[in-house]
Each structure stands twice: as C-alpha cells, then as structure tokens.
C-alpha cells in the first residue's frame, strides 16, 4: 500500500514540481538541436539519422515498463530508474560526439539514444499518473497543464542551449546526462500521492487558472528572448540574465503551496476527511467486502493493489456480502487486458497513431525541411513548434474541459477537428509557397500538441485511472510507430533519393519532402474519419459521465 499524503497543500506542491519534471521529460525534443552534429561528426547519411530519430521516439514513447511499475512501487522508484536511464544513455552519446571514446558502432548509439529518451517515459507516467490521481475531478485541466510544460520543453532547453551552452551540441549531451538526472533526484520527494479531495472548491479553480497564466506567460517569454538572440548578438551577462528569468518563470506553480502556507483557507471540511492511512486500514479491516461501492471508495481503488484473494471474493460472494464480479462498463476502471478487448480501446490508439505519428514526422525532420527550403538557422523553427505544440497542449485542455462540462461533448471532437486542420497543414508544407513554412510549422504544432492533451484523460475516462498507467503508455506507442513508418521508412528514403538525383549529401528544394506531405496529408484524412467514428460511440459515456455539469465517478465494478 502506498503512503498517502493527507491536507489541501501537498498536491499543489507535488504538481508544482511536477512541471520541473515535464520540462525535464522533454529531453527528446532535443534531437533536432544536436542531429546535425551527429550527421556531420560521425558521418551518417539521412536515412541512419532518420533511424536515430526513430530510436529518440521509440525511448520516449514506449513507457509500458513504467506504466506496470507505477501501480506497483512509489514514485520515488520510478523516477531513479528514469534517472540513470537519462544519465547512462546521453552519457554514450556525449562520449561518442565529444570523441572522448571513438568509432563506437551505430547500433550501440541506436541503444544509447533509446534508453536515453526512454527516461522521458519514467518521468512524464509518475507525474501524470499521480497529479491525475490527486486531481480526479479535474482530469482534463491537469492534463493540460502538464503536457503543455512538457511541450514548452524544447523551447526551454533551446533557450539552454543557446544563452549557457554557447550553441555547443557536445555540451548539450552532457547537460542531458548530467542535470536532468539531478533535477529528478531533486523533485522526486514531493512526488507522492495524497488524499483526492471530492469536494467543490472555489479556489482550485483559481489556481489552475494562475498555473495555466503562468504557463502561457513562460512561453511567450521563451519564444521571445529565442527570436531575440537570433536576431541580435547578446552579450554574455545579458543571456544569463534571460535565462534566471526563465528559471524564475519555471517556479510561479510553487508559489501556490506558499500562498497556502502563509494563507491558509478556513474551509473547515474537505470533500474527503484527511485521516492517516493507518486509520483508514483500521476502518478496512473492521468490515472487509460488507461496504458498498461508493463514488468516494471508488476514487479510492486506483491507490490500492488487487489485493483480495480470489477465494476471499468468491466467498464474500457466496454469502452475498459483494455482487458477483462483471466485465467493467465504460468510464469504469479497466484491467489492460480488459481494455484491449474494446473497440473503443484500438479506435483512440489508431486516431493517436495517425495524428501525433504523422506529426512527429515533420518534427524530427524539421531541421532538414528548414535548410531544404533556404532556411539555415532552423533553432527558431524548433522553438516556434515547441511554442506553438506548448498552446496546443494548455488549449486543448481548458477547451475540451470547457465544453465537456458545458455540455458533455466529448475530448475526441477536438481530435477530430485539428486532424482536418492537419490536412490543410501538410498541403501546405507540400506547396513549399514562399512564407508557410513559419505558418505551416506553427498550425502544426498547435494540431499536434492537443493530440496530446486529448488522448490522456480521454484513456483515462474511458478505462479508468487504477491502471491508467500502462493503457496510456500503450496509447503512447502510436508515436514511435509513426516515426518508424513515416519518418524512418517512408521520409528518409525519399529524402535520400532526392538527393542522390542532386549528387549531394544535402537535399534542396521543395521535391525533398512534398510526396512525404502528400502522404502524410492522406495519412490524416483517415485518422479523421476513424476520430468522427469513435466520438459518436463514446457520446453516451460523456452524457453519463459529466450529467450535470461536473464529473462524477460510475459506480464501478468490484475490480
């Protein structure tokens, strides 16, 4: 049994440092920053640095391991294991780059650059499964919030990279290993569930609204001083100065927990009475199985193992204290093997898979479709993607939010209608007109980040939070898989044969990626008839679930 954490104060601390964790989570977005080096150092053709890409979305993507892990150990576990991933695999990197250690093989770097990233698996599932499971009733809103500073991530390491690393790939790979890996150990602590409250705040509301401000804030500021540093030639004191500010900025969710401190609310009862768990296994094991299921003991479930024997339950059922056991109903908490049987279950994975699959397609290529299209310094191109994926990420969870609570629509209408934008995007980017590709890269972003923040709490109102852990990283393999098809597959080959026919290593011109848009344009029309197909089934676990305007647990099954 997990420790629970108990007071109104805790949570916030623990998302407050969980935003930390999502910037440091984002360390596969670095790729584009230090792909170059690799390409031009250690002599790879497109499609070898196109398969790197591959191995960078295959580690930071499949999470399954962690997803098992998490429901089985406290979150301080999950997070060391992230920890020396971080520092064992960008330290083989930094080794080979830096030329400490030469002519190391390619699959050796492959492996490095997997189980690299793969610590942006262990760290985005322990804040997300616990900040989700310590704000159940506002699933969307949390969802947002992390996975847009995990978008804004890679406009925050750009700024790094730029204003302390002078632009140095080398040292960009030795910060990976050795600050992320520090930053984690550093937060890990106030990572830790605590008591759900089940009860109307008026100030919960405020504090979000305060995050999601200073997120948007941060943001700005970042793509701000990126476009100024390109511009301008800033000296040294005034880049270091850029990026306190930046660290301050990282800090405003903490002020929460200390406004709590020093202001402490005078609500005198809570949704849920903050008793120790030490009571809590008392008031278990004086009536085990005679209480029913109620909403407040079913929000409980996700904290506890499967830990009634299966004589224990046949029994209570034979003397009639607990129901005979059923397959789980939509919005009810879903073993994974339970959630795999569902229709529902493969329809979100594959609209995932078609959206965020095709999108980081152009991400981990943007560097090459910058300089194919006459543009060199491809750093502001990043940021705006990481900016623009940032809004994508924060706005599809206050909007779907919004409108799920105003009148039950369901998240999947927002998928629906930024892959449709999607289509329009690509085309775009096949056109290769003169000044779309800012245009096109920041629709881009903004379509792939709320892929991203639509998919989690939708999993997670559809199969439940007890084992959300493993079904979302499941959902999470369509973007390794797209990069390995789309990017991997199909963009590097043609890239590579359009460069062949200009006898260079350097692809130019728009011919480099246009039938990869084309397709990928396809891509997505498919994904939007399959998305319209899964929201008219799922209306009706909305309608139940958010009747009234607010979320309300289902009386679940006895699992």
């Known amino acids: 049994m997990v420790n629970v954490k108990g007071g109104t104060r805790p949570p916030w601390v623990g998302l407050g440092a969980a935003v930390w964790l999502q910037i440091a989570s984002g360390n596969a977005y670095n790729f584009p920053l230090y792909s170059h080096s690799l390409k031009s150092v250690l002599g790879f ?76 698996a262990w760290f985005s599932t322990t804040v997300l499964v616990t900040n989700m499971r310590n704000f159940p009733l506002s699933r969307g809103t949390v969802a947002g919030i992390l996975k847009g500073y995990g978008g804004l991530s890679a406009a925050v390491y750009t700024e790094v990279y730029s204003a302390l690393l002078r632009n140095s790939s080398s040292k960009l790979l030795l910060f990976l290993a050795l600050g ?68 301050v900025l990282l800090m405003a969710p903490l002020a929460i927990p200390v406004k709590m401190t020093f202001y402490p609310s005078n609500r005198g009862k809570l949704g849920v009475s903050n008793v120790s768990v030490q009571d809590d296994s008392r008031a278990e094991n004086s009536e085990p199985l005679l209480t029913p299921l109620s909403s407040s003991a079913n929000l409980g479930s996700f904290q506890e193992g ?38 529902d279950f493969w329809l979100l994975f594959l609209v995932y898979f078609f959206g965020v699959g095709s999108g980081v397609t152009v991400l981990n290529n943007l560097a090459q479709i910058g300089i194919a299209q006459g543009i060199h310094d491809t750093k502001i191109l990043l940021s705006l993607f990481s900016f623009c994926n940032f809004v994508g990420r924060l706005g599809g969870g206050v909007i779907s939010e919004y409108f799920v609570r105003l009148k039950a629509v369901p998240r999947t209408v927002w998928m629906t209608c930024t892959q449709v934008v999607m289509i329009i995007t690509y085309l775009l980017f096949a056109s290769a007109l003169n000044g779309t590709l800012y245009a096109a890269t920041a629709l881009l972003g903004v379509c792939y980040g709320v892929q991203f923040t639509t998919m ?12 959300f852990g493993i079904i979302f990283n499941f959902m999470s393999l369509g973007n390794p898989l797209g990069a390995y098809l789309f990017s991997g597959l199909l963009a590097g080959y043609l890239y590579d044969n359009e460069a062949a026919k200009q006898h260079s290593a350097t692809c130019l011109g728009p011919d480099c990626f246009r039938v990869t848009f084309l397709i990928l344009a396809g891509v997505c029309g498919l994904g939007t008839v399959l998305s319209i197909v899964l929201t008219m089934r799922i209306r009706p676990v909305y309608q139940m679930l958010y009747a009234g305007g607010s979320f309300r647990l289902p009386q679940s099954s006895s699992h």
């Not at 990197?93 to 490095?112: D, E, G, H, K, R």
């Open 45 to 120: 053709n497109q499609q070898q640095l196109t398969m790197l890409g591959v191995a960078n979305d295959i580690g930071e993507n499949v999470g399954l391991i962690p997803g098992l892990v998490c429901n089985k150990f406290p979150p301080w576990v999950v997070l060391l294991i992230g920890s020396f991933s971080c520092f064992f695999g960008y330290g083989v990197l930094w080794l080979s780059l830096s030329q400490t250690v030469q002519n190391l093989p390619y699959w050796m770097l492959w492996i490095a650059l997997c189980v690299a990233t793969n610590s942006s």
């Open 180 to 247: 992320v890996p520090a930053l984690s150990l550093l937060m890990m602590y106030f990572i830790r569930p605590c008591t759900p409250s089940l009860g109307e705040d008026s100030s919960e509301s405020y504090h979000f609204l305060f995050v999601q401000v200073a997120s948007i804030v941060l943001g700005v500021y970042v793509l701000t001083t990126t476009i100024l540093e390109d511009v301008f030639s800033l000296n040294v004191l005034v880049s270091y100065t850029l990026l306190i500010i930046m660290v």
């Open 306 to 343: 499967d830990e009634i024997s299966e004589v224990d339950m046949l029994l209570a059922e034979g003397e009639g204290a607990v129901k005979k056991k059923r397959r789980p109903r939509r919005g009810e908490d879903f073993k994974f093997t339970e959630a795999m049987v569902k229709a």
């Open 456 to 467: 989690v709490p939708t999993a997670s109102e559809l199969f439940g939070l007890k084992h």
